[in-house]
């Protein structure tokens, strides 16, 4: 079966999606639609901008989406989910590229999460952490023993697990991690803690633009970042995207379910390769494959 799978924050780089503007007639149409419906011109940002620019969270969700929703589009026929999933961000990408969500209601929703975030952010100072080399369980209970607020945000692959909380939290979490014998832990520039307790001000904003927004019937199942299962009804839809704000990523377990479930090749569509190192973590022989730029 045909895995196709989106990436999250992080992805973004400067010059990304100007050849397709510039190659396809579709793509130029949906990124000016963008602009119009964004208010302001995201794709001089996304084409000629800086790396300052795309790191504002109100620019890069948008910009992550964009690229990775379009490129699908400008695909046609060859574009023919059997299943879906993205990470954090990706998720809104993949309800697109399934038919749950229409392009423009896609859209009005990251760039409402992405000022949410920002918002949340602005409230306590916050951050995350990438933790190398321990396993899950280690992890979840250290955490579980810091008084502060740190909590397990993404299970990314095997070894490989984000931490979310309060400076001070990840703060202490880094050094119990690394005394309990992680290889790394390493604290990230991003501008706050997402998928912590610490989001929940954006998750209460976001709640009530998804309950507003008409999702519909998917043409195949989305593989959800809170439970890593596979879903098709709408109401449950939406309900694990408001709870995904605050709630871990479990993408470890996503990919092992969709292999499961009869996945033979993952291919990522939009921005970097993350995701398909990701799959190889998971399983070596898993065929993967990757769509960055314009599709002759």
Not at 145 to 152: A, F, K, L, M, T
């Amino acid at each position: 079966m045909k895995a196709y799978v989106f990436p999250g924050q992080g992805a973004q780089f400067v010059g990304m999606g100007k050849d397709l503007y510039e190659n396809s007639d579709l793509a130029k149409e949906l990124f000016e639609k963008a602009n119009d419906i964004l208010g302001f011109r995201i794709t001089d940002l996304m084409f000629e901008g800086t790396d300052e620019d795309l790191r504002q969270t109100n620019v890069t969700q948008p910009a992550i989406f964009l690229h990775s929703v379009i490129l699908a589009k400008t695909l046609g026929d060859d574009f023919k989910p059997e299943m879906v999933a993205g990470h954090s961000l990706g998720e809104f990408s993949a309800l697109v590229a399934n038919g749950s969500l229409s392009f423009e209601d896609g859209l009005k929703l990251v760039s409402k999460r992405a000022t949410a975030m920002q918002k949340a952010c602005k409230i306590e100072p916050s951050t995350m952490a990438a933790i190398i080399g321990l396993d899950d369980d280690t992890v979840v209970k250290i955490c579980k023993e810091i008084e502060e607020i740190v909590v397990p945000a993404n299970f990314n692959c095997p070894g490989q697990l984000v931490i979310s909380g309060s400076m001070k939290g990840i703060e202490i979490a880094c050094e119990k991690l690394k005394e309990a014998g992680a290889k790394r832990a390493l604290p990230l520039k991003v501008g706050g803690a997402f998928h912590s307790p610490l989001m929940e001000p954006a998750r209460v904003e976001l709640e009530e633009a998804i309950e507003n927004t008409t999702f519909s019937i998917p043409t195949c199942p989305i593989y959800q970042n809170v439970n890593a299962m596979p879903v098709t009804d709408p109401s449950e839809i939406k309900k694990n995207l408001v709870s995904q704000l605050t709630a871990p990523v479990q993408f470890t377990q996503t990919m092992v379910n969709m292999i499961a479930d009869g996945a033979s090749i993952f291919t990522e569509i939009g921005p970097g390769k993350v995701i398909q190192g990701l799959v190889k973590k998971v399983d070596r022989k898993m065929e993967t494959a990757g769509v960055d730029s314009f599709q002759e």
